[in-house]
């Protein structure tokens, strides 16, 4: 299963960095796996999960022009996201409070 989830945010600095350079990622249950390689176009990161119930990754990548941060969230086999998601969308929420303007939450079979 794959869910989209569109992160709209205020101007400035990128949430993609904010939240892979974010001193208390793993107090959520989250961790940076890989991030973008330098010299390489377009930024991405993956988070995984710390909690063996959760599975599955969110793939992170920044538009700077809309100030959108697209997740891409991956399950394999009968992996559920919701807890992946909630724990993610609870950091988003919790620290970066007053950047985001919406969050919108797409399933895609």
Do not use: Y
């Not at 945010?9 to 793993?26: E, V």
């Amino acid at each position: 299963m794959q869910i989209l989830i569109q992160v709209v945010s205020s101007k400035g600095r990128s949430l993609r960095d904010a939240i892979r350079t974010h001193p208390r990622l793993n107090e959520h249950n989250l961790r940076v796996t890989e991030h973008q390689k330098p010299g390489r176009p377009h930024g991405w990161c993956k988070v995984h999960s710390r909690s063996p119930d959760r599975h599955g990754a969110i793939n992170l990548e920044w538009d700077a022009n809309t100030s959108i941060l697209l997740c891409r969230v991956v399950t394999r086999g009968k992996g559920r996201p919701n807890l992946i998601i909630g724990d993610f969308v609870d950091f988003l929420l919790r620290h970066f409070p007053k950047r985001i303007q919406a969050i919108c939450i797409i399933p895609r079979p």
